[in-house]
């Protein structure tokens, strides 16, 4: 168990739709970082936050939005959804410094139907 | 532009056919090479952090070498439990994120 918990696990929506993917981070962990992972595809960076402020950008959609909550909780938003978007979303936390790994969630699958 | 390369992209093995698996690199002021292993439908689990060249990490079977220019992960006597995909990742000074290879897939047969 890496203390990363992502919910929900799986989400099957339609077209056209909007969902919102939620990542709690590792006790003390102040960095949050979202990947999106297509079938046969690599990690694909989408966005990092740090105590609640954006710090950097990745590939990201802008159907698609991200924040951190004075709690360090984040939520990855997906609207006006497209079958493209079906994939394994990844939340991932590092702990202060940049030297450190980064300790990843489960993930949740989605699919666009 | 920071960019990661992993070769093979699949590996088959026989249970306990040694063998190494490549991570080549290319980034501005290294400041870490990770390595994760990742389970289909699951998330990546981290293995090891490499930071400078000439480091080494082992862990079981497992263990993670580091130059200037690349990484091996070399798998001792693989075991079918060790089959899934090895990602390698890089952090650089001057940005925040980490760089994904797009893996090898381990398959060990027994």
């Known amino acids: 168990d890496s203390g990363v918990t992502q919910t929900p696990k799986h989400l099957i929506t339609a077209t056209g739709q909007r969902v919102t993917l939620r990542c709690s981070p590792r006790?003390?962990?102040?960095?949050v970082y979202w990947y999106q992972q297509s079938l046969d595809q690599g990690l694909q960076f989408l966005i990092q936050?740090?105590?609640?402020?954006?710090?950097a950008k990745g590939n990201i959609l802008e159907r698609f939005s991200a924040q951190q909550f004075p709690d360090l909780h984040s939520e990855l938003n997906l609207s006006s959804l497209e079958l493209g978007d079906s994939a394994l979303y990844f939340c991932?936390?590092?702990?202060?410094?940049?030297?450190?790994?980064?300790?990843f969630g489960q993930g949740t699958r989605l699919t666009v139907v | 532009e920071d960019q990661v390369t992993q070769s093979p992209e699949a590996l088959r093995l026989q249970e306990g056919e040694s063998s190494s698996l490549n991570c080549s690199y290319t980034v501005s002021g290294l400041r870490g090479l990770f390595w994760y292993r990742q389970d289909p439908g699951k998330g990546p689990e981290f293995l090891f952090t490499l930071y400078s060249a000439g480091e080494e990490k082992e862990k079981e079977r497992l263990k993670a070498t580091l130059t200037k220019k690349e990484s091996f992960l070399h798998i001792t006597a693989p075991k079918p439990e060790d089959s899934a995909t090895y990602l390698c990742a890089v952090r650089s000074s001057g940005t925040y994120k980490y760089i994904f290879g797009t893996g090898t897939r381990l398959k060990v047969l027994a």
């Open positions: 991932a936390s590092s702990a202060q410094g940049v030297n450190t790994e980064a300790f």
């Open positions: 006790s003390g962990d102040l960095s």
């Open positions: 936050y740090y105590n609640g402020e954006e710090r």
